[in-house]
């Protein structure tokens, strides 16, 4: 059996299922229910590679770790994207409208000490309308 075929197979796993949501619970008043989602799935696919049965360690012990740390990963992230909005006055900027590309150069140009007014007023005016 393959490896995409065993992450497939754990992924139908309720055991598995129950654990990696319990260990994503906490994460749930920070992180939107999507992202919660894609952390369990790239703690499990993380798990499927890093599970070594000689250490005595169950499966089950690396992928709730590893839902832990993607979940933490993940608002570390979104706490540097709203830092971001906030520096180039992105309090009337909608974060799902900022593609993620863009939000890269602006942290990019921002490190670099670049005029804010400046920054924001791109981004602005390069928004998408409704």
């Not at 890093?50 to 770790?65: M, N, P, Q």
């Not at 570390?76 to 909608?94: D, E, F, P, V």
């Not at 974060?95 to 863009?102: A, F, P, T, V, Y």
Request: hydrophobic share 35%; charged share 30%.
């Amino acid at each position: 059996m393959d490896l995409y075929q065993k992450f497939e197979e754990l992924k139908k796993d309720e055991d598995l299922t129950k654990i990696a949501r319990r260990a994503a619970s906490r994460f749930s008043p920070f992180l939107r229910p999507e992202e919660i989602e894609n952390c369990i799935l790239v703690a499990l696919w993380n798990s499927l590679h890093r599970h070594d049965d000689t250490k005595g360690l169950k499966f089950s012990t690396y992928l709730y770790r590893g839902v832990i740390m993607e979940c933490l990963t993940q608002q570390k992230a979104n706490a540097g994207t709203r830092k971001m909005l906030n520096l180039i006055g992105g309090q009337n900027i909608i974060d799902h409208r900022i593609n993620q590309c863009e939000m890269v150069d602006a942290l990019a140009e921002i490190e670099n000490d670049a005029d804010c007014d400046l920054l924001r007023d791109k981004y602005l005016n390069n928004m998408p309308t409704r």
